[in-house]
């Protein structure tokens, strides 16, 4: 079974930064994609942003310019970096990774910005 877990999430103010991480049980090459969703109170979860095997990444328009997704393959995790976040950044942000056979979810991890 693959696991997947999340990690820094936390409270910050308006403005401000943060960075999740999200590592894996299996060799990070073995998922063809890992992506960032969220998701606020009475909201569906959405896609924040994604970046592939090749290192190709995309964002939702919302936090472009401000987040950032990387990858540490030596680690088996990816990262988001978060700047000039704002309050309705708020939500439980959730890890993902695709493979050829599998979609494999984490706990997901509490970002709140506030005012």
């Known amino acids: 079974q693959v696991q997947v877990v999340e990690s820094g999430g936390g409270l910050v103010q308006s403005g401000g930064s943060l960075r999740l991480s999200c590592t894996t049980s299996?060799?990070?090459?073995?998922?063809?994609?890992m992506g960032w969703y969220r998701q606020a109170p009475g909201k569906q979860r959405e896609l924040v942003a994604f970046?592939?095997?090749?290192?190709?990444?995309d964002y939702v328009d919302s936090v472009k310019g401000r987040f950032s997704i990387s990858r540490d393959n030596a680690k088996n995790t990816i990262y988001l970096q978060m700047n000039s976040l704002k309050p309705e950044d708020t939500a439980v942000y959730y890890c993902?990774?695709?493979?050829?056979?599998?979609?494999?979810w984490g706990q997901g991890t509490q970002v709140t910005v506030s005012t």
């Open positions: 299996i060799n990070i090459f073995s998922l063809n994609v």
């Open positions: 993902r990774g695709n493979t050829n056979s599998g979609v494999y």
């Open positions: 970046i592939t095997s090749r290192g190709d990444t």
